[in-house]
């Protein structure tokens, strides 16, 4: 069976916060479970099954579990509904990854934010990724951004979700 980590990160209050999901996939009934982001991590489960199904990927008949590491609270009624949007791609990633849908090598070394809409369209924030890259400049992780290039000169490397997603049909990409 199948496991996976990734980090992602998103702002809360001004303030740059880091997560780390993972998941694994097993014999059980097979489905999509995203555990630790209280009711929103319903939505996210409908949000990634639909876009999945809308585009004809067939996984393997396994339970995919994924879950998240860190922040006290998400699991709380007040979670703050534009802060924990900037986690859906990194799911949505994990969960592609998990069923063999996407090819990368080492994904418990990367890093990424960023929306999905049902439509397809994968939206990351300028604002963010600077943030990210000011407060950890020395980070050696491998940044999953849309533009195939070097962020800052302390990133090692970058890979473009374009090249990741390139067997995908129907994503749009959108800087905000």
């Not at 950890?136 to 990741?164: C, D, G, P, V, Y």
Request: net charge positive; hydrophobic share 35%; charged share 25%.
């Amino acid at each position: 069976m199948g496991q996976a980590r990734l980090n992602a990160f998103s702002l809360q209050k001004k303030e740059l916060e880091r997560i780390t999901f993972f998941g694994h996939t097993s014999h059980g009934v097979p489905g999509l479970e995203i555990v630790g982001l209280g009711n929103y991590g319903k939505i996210l489960k409908e949000k990634i099954v639909f876009l999945s199904k809308s585009r004809n990927l067939k996984f393997p008949l396994l339970r995919y579990v994924i879950c998240k590491e860190g922040i006290q609270g998400l699991t709380s009624q007040k979670i703050d509904q534009e802060f924990i949007e900037w986690f859906d791609l990194p799911i949505f990633i994990l969960y592609l990854s998990l069923g063999q849908q996407i090819q990368i090598s080492r994904l418990s070394d990367c890093i990424t934010h960023g929306k999905i809409r049902p439509c397809g369209e994968i939206i990351q924030s300028h604002q963010v990724e600077s943030k990210f890259l000011d407060q950890w400049s020395e980070s050696k992780e491998t940044i999953l951004t849309f533009e195939e290039r070097n962020m800052a000169k302390e990133f090692s490397k970058s890979i473009s979700l374009q090249t990741l997603f390139e067997n995908i049909p129907e994503l749009t990409y959108r800087k905000i």
